[in-house]
């Protein structure tokens, strides 16, 4: 077994396709129908990844994806029939990784999940062994912990990928599609705009604004 996925759907016919397509794949499976199931499951159950429908009953997707956020680094893909730029978006702002639209593919899901937990695992070029720093910034790729002036930070995955690329590369401009390649493997539903969205959530956790510069035309780079 390759761990357990928390689904968190409430049409059962979605749930039982993706619940297949996982097993097949040799995931374990907890199906959760809301919100609140979701997290007294979450609670019960280590998990290696959530993937979480917005359109629940009670608590909606977005409300669950910040509670999740708050509490755990779990990764989470966002699965929902809303394909507006705001809503996913939104789904970023509230701590999602990967953002996937219905109607979906199936197997292209499992794969965006295999991926995920890859750089969620060993991440490839950005998380190689080895701590990276700038400034009171410190960052442990073999462990995959943050820590600011000497106390720690908790990022999504993506979040700690992002600044991983950032700070392996100090003083280098970035652009946002060298970011995205990176950090997302090439192409995303959200496009650049998915960069710029992680970028702003990352100068907030950290509580260091001027770490990570815009360079206007061009990309990001770190400042140490």
Request: neutral net charge; contains cysteine; hydrophobic residues 45%.
């Amino acid at each position: 077994m390759k761990g357990a996925i928390l689904v968190v759907e409430d049409e059962q016919a979605i749930a039982d396709l993706v619940r297949a397509y996982l097993k097949r794949d040799g995931f374990g499976v907890v199906w959760a129908r809301s919100g609140e199931q979701a997290l007294e499951e979450l609670a019960r159950h280590p998990v290696r990844l959530v993937v979480l429908d917005i359109g629940l009953p009670g608590i909606d997707g977005f409300e669950v994806c910040r509670r999740l956020r708050a509490r755990t680094g779990v990764p989470i893909l966002i699965l929902s029939a809303r394909d507006d730029e705001v809503d996913r978006v939104a789904g970023l702002e509230a701590g999602a990784d990967d953002y996937v639209t219905k109607p979906f593919s199936p197997r292209e899901l499992v794969a965006r999940v295999k991926a995920i937990l890859r750089r969620a695992g060993n991440g490839g070029e950005v998380a190689a062994d080895g701590p990276l720093a700038a400034g009171d910034v410190e960052l442990d790729r073999a462990a995959r912990t943050v820590a600011v002036g000497g106390a720690p930070v908790e990022l999504t995955g993506r979040e700690f990928d992002l600044l991983a690329a950032l700070l392996s590369h100090p003083g280098v401009v970035l652009s946002r599609d060298r970011l995205l390649e990176l950090v997302w493997g090439g192409e995303f539903a959200g496009g650049t705009r998915t960069v710029d969205v992680h970028v702003a959530q990352l100068r907030a956790k950290l509580g260091r604004p001027d770490l990570v510069r815009t360079v206007r035309g061009a990309g990001y780079k770190v400042i140490a």
